[in-house]
């Protein structure tokens, strides 16, 4: 089935940075395109960023782009979250996630950037 666990979430203030990370096993994480998602109470969970099997492609959604930066390390089954110039509408829990056939989800990072 596979397993995520994320790492990293903590309070920053604004204009501040951190690195999430997510550690994959149980499946063949150098196959999959992986992707961070954010969700805030009360709303849809939405996709923040994507990067494909090799890391050779990513993609970001508009709110972040020039502000996050996702990479992997495939000899670590990691993928990681560079954000920087955090600002409070930021402030959600990150999770990421596998398409694997069953599709799997880590348990979630918050992050809340507040002064």
């Known amino acids: 089935q596979g397993l995520l666990v994320e790492s990293g979430g903590d309070l920053v203030q604004p204009g501040g940075s951190l690195r999430l990370s997510c550690a994959a096993s149980g499946f063949t994480f150098s196959i999959y395109t992986m992707r961070w998602y954010r969700q805030v109470p009360g709303k849809e969970r939405e996709l923040v960023a994507l990067?494909?099997?090799?890391?050779?492609?990513?993609n970001y959604a508009d709110f972040v782009k020039g502000r996050f930066f996702i990479s992997r390390d495939n000899a670590k089954n990691t993928v990681y979250l560079q954000m920087t110039n955090l600002k409070p509408e930021d402030t959600a829990i990150y999770y990421c996630?596998?398409?694997?056939?069953?599709?799997?989800w880590g348990q979630g990072t918050q992050v809340t950037v507040s002064s």
């Open positions: 996630y596998a398409p694997t056939r069953l599709g799997v």
């Open positions: 990067i494909t099997n090799t890391g050779v492609n990513t």
